[in-house]
């Protein structure tokens, strides 16, 4: 989930406890246990995917930091995408002695649980220059891939049920999309 510091949003989150005094909680989950559920394991498999083919310490060209559970500080943003990556040649390491990375990610995934997800979280990562961005929605079986074109995004492709689908920016990949369905 994302907050905007001083923005409707963060009134919406202040709503839930926080893990220290003054902090925003780094994701606020459904209250529906099939719906955390879905996302748990649909964030959980697409990670694995990806960390296989383009993680750390796999040498192949264009590999990629991946991450998730990370706040990312950007300006007046605090960004908490369910999963994030950087092109190696943007992050070659994880900064060290920081609760967060201040670089905005090259690809951020959300895997979506509340319908009102899309509209608050795309301007702000359009608004920080995300380039691609994947919404996945266990439920309903799809991946969006959208891509940054000037100040908003554009659908490059809308991928549904059990396809085997190459998205970017990890087209080198073949992804089974029944993988992230917990079936």
Not at 8 to 14: F, Q, R, S
Not at 71 to 89: K, T, V, Y
Not at 132 to 156: I, K, N
Not at 158 to 180: K, N
């Amino acid at each position: 989930m994302t907050a905007l510091l001083g923005s409707p949003v963060t009134a919406h989150l202040e709503a839930y406890p926080s893990r220290r005094p003054g902090a925003l909680p780094r994701a606020v989950r459904p209250v529906n246990p099939r719906a955390a559920a879905l996302h748990a394991y649909a964030t959980t498999q697409l990670g694995a995917e990806l960390i296989s083919t383009y993680g750390a310490g796999r040498g192949i060209p264009g590999s990629w930091l991946l991450l998730s559970g990370l706040e990312i500080h950007l300006g007046q943003s605090l960004l908490a995408p369910d999963l994030m990556g950087w092109r190696r040649e943007h992050l070659p390491r994880l900064p060290r002695g920081t609760s967060g990375i201040a670089l905005a990610p090259d690809w951020v995934c959300e895997v979506l649980t509340h319908p009102e997800e899309r509209a608050q979280l795309l301007p702000l990562y359009a608004r920080e220059g995300i380039r691609h961005v994947w919404l996945v929605d266990p439920e309903v079986r799809t991946l969006e891939e959208l891509e940054l074109d000037g100040r908003r995004y554009s659908l490059r492709a809308l991928h549904s049920g059990s396809e085997t689908v190459r998205a970017e920016p990890f087209s080198s990949l073949e992804l089974p999309l029944r993988l992230l369905w917990a079936e």
